[in-house]
């Protein structure tokens, strides 16, 4: 699990790069790559969701198992 955990949060990092280096570059004609940098954006949303539901389907089904201090306390 944290193997794939950390490949996620790689693949975050590196849509979050490749958007940025979208934004900075600029198409032929002056025209700016948005479409490439919304997608490289909606990218990264969708991993990081995708991210989300897997902890929470983890620590359902007991492959991940919660630490530190305790409810209450």
């Known amino acids: 699990m944290k193997f794939i955990v950390a490949l996620a949060f790689l693949a975050i990092l590196a849509s979050l790069g490749s958007a940025l280096v979208f934004m900075m570059r600029n198409g032929r004609s002056g025209e700016?790559?948005?479409?490439?940098?919304v997608k490289?954006?909606?990218l990264r949303v969708g991993v990081s969701i995708v991210l989300f539901i897997c902890i929470?389907?983890?620590w359902h089904?007991?492959?991940i198992?919660?630490?530190?201090?305790?409810?209450g306390q």
Do not use: D, N, V
């Not at 700016?32 to 940098?37: E, L, P, V």
């Not at 198992?65 to 409810?71: D, E, F, R, S, V």
């Open 56 to 58: 929470l389907i983890g």
């Open 40 to 42: 490289a954006l909606g």
């Open 65 to 71: 198992q919660p630490t530190g201090i305790a409810a």
């Open 32 to 37: 700016t790559k948005s479409g490439h940098m």
């Open 61 to 63: 089904l007991g492959y």
